[in-house]
């Protein structure tokens, strides 16, 4: 990669946090989920998180954070859950039957333990992250996308964040600064 290329995604990306730090909805929907997720640990629910290719990676990274530690080494473990995480059955489910329903057959097992269903999808449009946005919401389970600028509306989802950009690669970065954005206030409780 020349050094041009770097700089042209480095500006990018420090244009879209500088768009981000700025953004009330931004901050609203760090404190929002940050609250959701105490709210759901508080009923002894768990944050389920899941998405596909880099978002699964990311859903695994935000589930660690939020059972583990962030910053503080002292701090409670909030319940949550990768769906990504077991790839035994999400590859017998999907050889056997539909990737299309391999999130929402895990919430369908899981549903009475969830609080919170947070999907992942730079595209706004994954079949599979979709199908468990629905069932969670018909479950009355709280719902919510974390997407890029040209995610559709999806009415089933209680709480969309577009990130304002339509490049992969930035929307996975910023949303690795939400959840760590989240981890940092959930640090204060």
């Not at 981000?20 to 768990?46: D, M, P, R, V, W």
């Not at 079949?127 to 018909?138: D, H, Q, T």
Request: with cysteine.
């Amino acid at each position: 990669m020349k050094k041009s290329e770097n700089l042209n995604y480095l500006e990018r990306l420090k244009k879209i946090i500088k768009i981000i730090s700025n953004s009330n909805e931004f901050h609203q929907t760090i404190s929002e989920l940050s609250e959701s997720i105490i709210a759901s640990n508080s009923a002894n629910k768990i944050v389920a998180i899941y998405g596909n290719g880099g978002s699964a990676a990311d859903a695994q990274h935000f589930s660690a954070e939020l059972m583990g530690t962030y910053l503080r080494k002292d701090r409670k473990s909030y319940r949550s859950i990768a769906l990504t995480a077991d790839t035994s059955f999400m590859t017998a489910w999907s050889n056997d039957f539909a990737f299309s329903s391999v999130f929402s057959r895990q919430i369908e097992a899981l549903s009475s333990n969830i609080g919170l269903s947070i999907g992942l999808s730079t595209s706004g449009k994954s079949e599979n992250v979709l199908n468990a946005l629905k069932l969670s919401n018909s479950l009355d389970i709280k719902t919510v996308l974390i997407s890029g600028e040209n995610c559709p509306e999806h009415d089933f989802v209680k709480k969309i964040f577009r990130v304002p950009s339509d490049e992969t690669s930035i929307i996975q970065t910023v949303t690795q600064i939400m959840y760590h954005s989240i981890c940092n206030e959930l640090e204060k409780v």
